[in-house]
Nanobody, 126 residues
């Protein structure tokens, strides 16, 4: 069974940066998209970013565009979410997820997500 493990979360002051990692094991998907989602207390889980394995094209939630960057290390089956200029509203549990996907551009919805990590907490506070 494919497994995803997130790391890199923590407490950071507003304006600070964090880099989240998502490491996969038993990875068997040939074409896929890797998504990052987040969930704040009392709110629905929302898609933050994604990357398509076939094209490398990325997609971002409007509120994080220009501040967050998703990247990949294909050889090591590890994906990253670089988060800069963090705001308190970026706080939440961040989840890495994977879905089979051969499309040019991935999307930020939950549809088709097959594998989830357990999440890593990000807290942005002074």
């Amino acid at each position: 069974q494919l497994q995803l493990v997130e790391s890199g979360g923590g407490l950071v002051q507003p304006g600070g940066s964090l880099r989240l990692s998502c490491a996969a094991s038993r990875f068997t998907l040939d074409y896929y998209a890797i998504n990052w989602f987040r969930q704040a207390p009392g709110k629905e889980r929302e898609g933050v970013s994604c990357i398509s394995s076939s094209s490398g094209i990325t997609n971002y939630l409007d509120s994080v565009k220009g501040r967050f960057t998703i990247s990949r290390d294909n050889a090591n089956k590890t994906w990253y979410l670089e988060m800069n200029s963090l705001k308190p509203e970026d706080s939440g549990v961040y989840y890495c997820a994977a879905r089979p996907w051969s499309g040019y551009q991935c999307h930020l919805f939950h549809d088709g997500i097959t594998y989830w990590g357990k999440g890593t907490q990000v807290t942005v506070s002074a």
